[in-house]
């Protein structure tokens, strides 16, 4: 059924609905925040030291938020990579005194296997991914607060020292290359969108649904199993807080960088980046300008409604929830 | 004829037996250290605050929408409750905490309608705003309350407070329009629309009805802790999940016919569950693991989709 | 019928963007008449009453019901001023009570201030219920707890219990089965016994013909004519809602074709619990073997059966090499096709491009070592959209801006990529206007030519007899009756295996 409102929109709210506009405006977002904090700190966010910090905190975060855009452009949700981060991150320490390799492949592991069973919940009980991710989301929590109810748990030396930028811009790259090509030029893109767009008729059209659903729950486990590894390179020991809120971090991340909450067919792989800097961005522009930190949450609170309220694409949503 | 396996005595049986579950469970594996007469007591008292919570999350919850913000206006509303009540007493505290709850519910609700954006987003970023409110109205510093206004920190206070929110949800949802408007809403709302009903004030109400309620958890929280923390960082996050598992088993139960008795009940077994556990032995951090498992059992056992269902 | 004016519509107008839905239609509907609205989709019928009722605000011109202007923001001040609508779709609400259902909107006389006097409000429910006949539906219950059938009677008492002056039917009977047919044409015959009147939408003709006393057609939103039901037959509606001479080209028109001895597909003995009981078939090379049947009896599911999409299915569907078919992507890499009766849902991805939806069962015959290249996936999808002459932009257009038409070209265009042998065709023309009906019967009928076999499964009796070589015909979930294609073969005599 259709509107009661007959919309003659003027000119600016045209432009303002438009696609092309959209899906601009989270590049102009960027620049804008980036302009702003330039001028405002007098230039110093671009010096090489300043830029190298806010780099650091943007690696993981960027990991993490392609397997969670994979499960958004599904539709779904998960509320777990925080958690995750934070018993992933333990594996790999205590591992790290045995092997580092082991550790990698032990973080990644215990990623996934949390993943799969975030996905076996979602797609076989046909629970909401929202209320399955909400339950695990405390059950890991908690797992990370018993292991580190006495202390924090130390990583070795040997997995510190590699502690190094290009390590770091490797991986992230690394992954950023992978899932791009994986979301753009094979089958795995399209199943993906075509599950978020319409699940039936893409399952009636011979994608494997549930098959897709639970693989990309458990690759995105497995994304935050191996930024839990970049984690503990540069934390080097984990208190029961590891990835605390990292969750919410993404999703406003995403969502700033222009994802579609609905997911399906609009979403934009640069909205990984995108969001993920933009958030890094004001966060560490806010924190240079030394506001305290209650303005400066307050300040990305108002910035990421305003964004939201602007980029949203409100008629692919059929209904407001 | 009605089922009988749709009947609201099946749904409290079910309910019924799961407490006796749970309860004979632990007390075969400590039977000393769990639940006396008094034990019970206690957990209920602890379980009620939530339900509360979970009675107002209801209405939001059947629309189809959400509010992670519940958490944040907790303890805006017990700080600004505390604060006045300095100044003015019981009157003050709990004006405070109503009037700054279900002002705050109203506020969501507007930017909701007024974004048109899914409730979700909006209220992550109010959260956000929220909690820093929070930090600035108690100017950094921990907030009291002041011994002579503790009169719902226990029993009887709690329970009479508790017990006229659970009275007033049920009275709304069953002797005013707004429980089968919201209801009406979360299964069609473009019917909903074209029946005549305002969908956009019903939304209002019903995160002002919720927050309303929040303004009640606000009241019983702070007396149950007799302190409140502001605090930055999404620390609040964690508050919105306990009641939101009553919700769920009100939601799980509604076709059962009444929602509330099963908002209360299951508020409950996660008490047994979580007081179990420590009565086991198990430290106290080990409580978000066994809310997080049982609450994943429960919502497998109740809220299970149908076959081929999408769900996402 | 009186010669009383009880509606007097005077140049309604709506405009969509650039579609002129409805293009100044003036039409008057006398007190006593049951009125048909015919045309074809898109030609503005549902439109003009959805502005009647409330659901569009009225673009222009005015409506006048018995002296009064009507123009209302929404169903239930139309409800007020005597306007009532009964809607395709489901009309009642999950999660309330049978009487909150018949009374949404219209709590008023129960509500005593801010309080709702419930106990009076599922009495009344009760008394009407049982006025109508519908005993068996208690008002206290949860709707959840009745089927499709038992809650469209609810919204007939709803839309019906205030006695409305114009009571509209909009294509609610595709959704009905027979007996719930036969209750809603009692309701109309008594509106109009009482001095009322009825707007009846239905793209079914005969239905048309048999139960209402006039019949206004509007075509590409202008009104056409208005004629007397008496004075017509099918034939001529077709040519007035067309506007040209449709001809012989509608349906096939060969008889005695010979079936191929071949079998392509064989299902033995499918059960599925509570749905379809022990059905046995054969599917023959290049024959098109109809299914028909009332809309509860099964066929739909021997459908999904065959595509290897039901739950709980017992028994075989084989193909002639022996293959099992037990799961979708095995069902299409077998050469299967599968057109759904609920196109928006199971067939269609309507927030996706119509080129994503074209390539997405043939990804992996597109696909080189795995990789994916857009310039391969876009020449694949314009071809054969461009084959079924599907009316678009362009490929990267979202389905969901396409006609009903239109979306199931590109359902078809997916599956003439794919190449499928088997085509399972589940009312391939359920709300299809007259001329993509057309170039669907060509294109059944070019396919079988090839060697391939179409499973149609119809709620139209004309289609199953106008196309199919052999007709099954099913009954509480078996198959009741098989006749082959013949030009003596009637109407009734398939229905006579329905009922």
């Not at chain 3, 028109?253 to 299902?267: A, P, Q, R």
Request: proline fraction near 2%; charge should be neutral.
């Amino acid at each position: 059924m259709a509107n009661n409102k007959d919309t003659k929109p003027s000119k600016i709210s045209e432009i303002l609905a438009s696609d092309t506009f959209k899906g601009l405006l989270p590049f102009i977002g960027l620049v804008v925040i980036l302009a702003v904090m330039y001028w405002l700190t007098n230039g110093r966010i671009m010096q090489p030291k300043r830029l190298r910090l806010l780099l650091s905190q943007v690696y993981y975060p960027m990991i993490v938020a392609v397997g969670v855009f994979f499960l958004m452009t599904l539709g779904s949700i998960d509320f777990t990579e925080g958690s995750t981060l934070g018993v992933a991150s333990i594996v790999v320490s205590v591992l790290s005194f045995y092997n580092i390799p082991l550790a990698i492949i032990g973080g990644i592991l215990t990623g996934a296997a949390i993943g799969a069973i975030n996905g076996f919940f979602h797609v076989k009980f046909r629970l909401q991914s929202f209320i399955v991710t909400i339950c695990t989301m405390y059950l890991f929590r908690g797992v990370c607060a018993y292991l580190t109810t006495e202390t924090a748990i130390p990583a070795s030396a040997a997995i510190k020292a590699l502690d190094s930028d290009g390590l770091k811009i490797g991986i992230t790259v690394g992954v950023l290359a992978v899932a791009f090509f994986l979301f753009k030029f094979t089958r795995i893109g399209n199943d993906v969108k075509a599950v978020g767009s319409g699940e039936t008729a893409a399952r009636f059209s011979g994608v494997r649904t549930d098959r897709v659903k639970f693989f990309a729950f458990v690759a995105a486990g497995a994304l935050t199993g191996l930024a839990a590894f970049v984690n503990v390179i540069k934390v080097g020991s984990i208190t029961a807080t590891a990835g605390n809120q990292l969750e919410t971090q993404i999703l406003i991340s995403l969502v700033l960088g222009g994802l579609p909450i609905t997911g399906g067919a609009k979403v934009r792989f640069s909205n990984i980046i995108v969001g993920t800097l933009m958030y890094t961005v004001l966060n560490n522009g806010l924190v240079m300008l030394g506001f305290e930190s209650a303005t400066q949450q307050l300040i990305k609170g108002i910035v990421f409604l305003i964004f939201v309220a602007l980029t949203i694409d409100r008629k692919a949503l059929k209904v407001i929830k | 004829m009605q089922n009988f396996k749709n009947s609201k005595l099946f749904g409290f049986m079910i309910l019924g037996a799961m407490v006796l579950f749970f309860y004979g469970l632990f007390k075969f594996l400590t039977p000393t250290n769990f639940g006396s007469p008094a034990n019970l007591f206690s957990y209920f008292q602890s379980s009620i605050i939530y339900s509360v919570g979970g009675c107002g999350l209801y209405f939001i919850v059947v629309m189809g929408l959400f509010d992670f913000a519940v958490g944040a206006n907790i303890v805006l509303s017990s700080i600004v409750g505390v604060i006045l009540s300095e100044k003015l007493g019981y009157i003050g505290f709990i004006i405070g905490c109503l009037g700054c709850g279900t002002l705050i519910g109203i506020l969501i609700g507007f930017l909701y309608n007024k974004l048109n954006v899914p409730s979700m987003i909006v209220t992550v970023g109010l959260m956000l705003v929220f909690e820093s409110l929070a930090v600035f109205v108690a100017g950094g510093v921990k907030q009291t309350l002041a011994p002579e206004l503790r009169f719902f920190s226990g029993a009887p206070g709690n329970i009479i407070l508790a017990a006229l929110a659970f009275a007033l949800m049920w009275f709304i949802l069953n002797y005013t329009r707004i429980g089968t408007y919201c209801n009406a809403i979360g299964s069609n709302e473009f019917t909903a629309k074209n029946m005549g009903i305002d969908v956009k004030k019903y939304k209002l109400i019903g995160f002002a009805l919720l927050h309303f309620f929040v303004g009640i958890m606000a009241i019983l929280t702070v007396s149950y802790g007799t302190t409140m923390t502001a605090l930055t960082g999404m620390s609040t996050m964690s508050r919105n999940f306990q009641p939101l598992m009553g919700t769920f088993f009100g939601v799980a139960f509604r076709k059962y016919g009444n929602p509330i008795s099963a908002i209360v009940i299951g508020e409950f077994i996660i008490a047994i569950i979580f007081n179990g556990f420590v009565a086991l032995g198990a430290p106290t951090t080990i409580q978000n693991v066994v809310t997080g498992a049982a609450l994943l059992i429960i919502v497998t056992l109740t809220a299970r989709g149908s076959r081929g269902s999408v769900v996402k | 019928m009186s010669d009383k004016i009880l509606l007097n519509a005077e140049h309604i107008d709506k405009q969509f963007g650039i579609t002129h839905a409805v293009n100044d239609v003036s039409l008057t509907i006398n007190a006593g008449e049951i009125r048909a609205l015919i045309g074809e989709n898109g030609s503005g019928k549902s439109t003009f009453c959805q502005m009647l009722c409330g659901i569009y605000t009225i673009g222009g011109g005015t409506f006048t019901l018995d002296g009064k202007v009507v123009n209302v923001k929404n169903q239930v001040e139309a409800n007020n001023l005597g306007i009532s609508i009964i809607v395709q779709e489901m009309g009642t609400l999950s999660g309330l009570s049978v009487a909150e259902n018949i009374f949404l909107g219209h709590e008023e006389p129960f509500m005593r201030g801010l309080i709702k006097d419930t106990r009076a409000m599922i009495r009344e429910a009760q008394r009407l219920l049982d006025e109508y006949g519908f005993k068996n539906i208690r008002a206290g219950a949860m709707i959840d707890n009745y089927n499709f059938e038992d809650r469209k009677l609810v919204e007939i008492v709803k839309a019906t219990y205030m006695k409305p002056k114009i009571l509209i039917v909009d294509e609610t009977t595709t959704a009905l089965s027979q007996n719930g047919r036969l209750e809603l044409y009692k309701i109309m015959d008594a509106v109009r016994a009482d001095g009322r009147s009825v707007i009846f939408i239905s793209h079914d003709l005969g239905e048309v013909l048999e139960h209402c006393d006039t019949i206004s057609i509007l075509r590409d939103g202008e009104y056409i004519d208005t004629v007397k039901s008496s004075d017509v037959d099918e034939d001529s509606l077709k040519r007035l809602m067309v506007g040209r001479d449709i001809g012989t080209a509608y349906y096939r028109t060969d008889y005695g074709k010979e079936i191929s001895g071949e079998v392509v597909l064989s299902v033995n003995g499918v059960t599925i619990p509570g749905q379809i009981e022990d059905v046995n078939f054969e599917l023959h090379r290049g024959e098109i073997l109809g299914f028909g049947g009332l809309s509860e009896c099964g066929m739909h599911e021997v459908g999904k059966a065959v595509f290897g999409a039901s739950w709980d299915r017992q028994g075989s569907v084989k193909l002639a090499d022996g293959t099992e078919i037990t799961s979708i992507p095995q069902a299409i890499k077998h050469s299967i096709a599968y057109a759904s009766k609920d196109r928006d849902n199971e067939s269609i991805i309507l927030n996706e491009s119509i080129r994503n939806n074209t390539v997405l069962p043939s990804l992996d015959d597109l696909a080189e070592a795995h990789i994916l290249k857009a310039g391969k996936l876009n020449k694949f999808a314009q071809e054969f959209v461009d084959k079924m002459q599907t009316k678009m932009q362009h490929i990267h257009q979202f389905v969901s801006e396409l006609s009903g038409g239109n979306k199931q070209k590109v359902v078809l265009a997916r599956w003439l990529g794919k190449g499928s042998d088997i085509l399972v065709l589940d009312s391939p023309t359920r709300g299809i206007d007259v001329k993509v009906k057309q170039a669907i019967y060509a294109l059944m009928s070019e396919l079988t030519a090839q060697g391939k076999s179409i499973v149609m499964i119809s709620e139209e009796i004309p289609e199953l007899l106008g196309m199919s070589d052999r007709i099954l015909i099913m009954k509480d979930g078996r198959i009741n009756g098989e006749f082959a294609r013949s030009e003596s073969l009637s109407e009734e005599d398939l229905i006579a295996k329905m009922v």
